[in-house]
């Protein structure tokens, strides 16, 4: 359902690629006490929501209906999140194929005691499958890059889609020879 090649630009005619810039978004939010992990600093799985609801706006603009959270790998953490910190998520469309899209999003705080510009304290990738009324997998528009930045990223997401793919063959490959051999999982 995911990750499937790019589609060729004249198999779907009916349906017109779209600048990166047009579903780009960012969602802004001021951190609270209830957002704490044990040590005081915002937990990740609320940074992760936020990742996720940003992520899921994009798709679902991009695509122009549903779209649902297949994957995402390389979350990563920079900086800690203090309670005050204002945290905006940015995210956008960098690749697509038949049916799925890679969002890049970027996660910075402003903190609320500084004057020093807003800190870059966290990276995600995910991949959105979109779906039709019964959930099955629908097409996309192909993005179209509009700039040197955008060309990058979406070069950079080919690439991560390779290696998810390759990944996964590697694993059920592995599952395929250990079931031959008796072993079970």
Do not use: C
Not at 12 to 29: C, F, Q
Not at 101 to 112: D, K, N, S
Not at 171 to 180: D, Y
Request: proline share 5%; charged share 25%; aromatic share 4%.
């Amino acid at each position: 359902m995911t990750d499937q090649a790019p589609a060729a630009a004249t198999e779907s005619p009916d349906i017109p690629g779209k600048p990166i810039a047009a579903s780009r978004t960012t969602l802004s939010h001021i951190m609270t006490h209830n957002d704490t992990n044990l040590l005081g600093t915002v937990h990740g799985g609320v940074i992760m929501k936020l990742v996720d609801d940003a992520a899921g706006a994009v798709a679902g603009r991009h695509s122009g209906g549903p779209a649902v959270t297949a994957s995402m790998d390389e979350m990563a953490f920079f900086e800690p999140v203090r309670v005050g910190d204002l945290v905006h998520v940015k995210a956008q469309v960098n690749w697509t194929g038949r049916t799925s899209m890679e969002v890049g999003v970027r996660v910075l705080a402003e903190r609320w005691n500084e004057s020093a510009p807003a800190t870059h304290v966290g990276s995600a990738y995910l991949v959105f499958a979109a779906v039709d009324a019964d959930g099955r997998p629908r097409r996309v528009p192909q993005v179209i890059p509009d700039t040197e930045q955008d060309k990058r990223r979406h070069q950079e997401a080919q690439i991560r889609r390779t290696h998810r793919l390759a990944r996964r063959r590697a694993i059920m490959e592995l599952r395929e020879k250990r079931a031959a051999e008796g072993f079970e999982d």
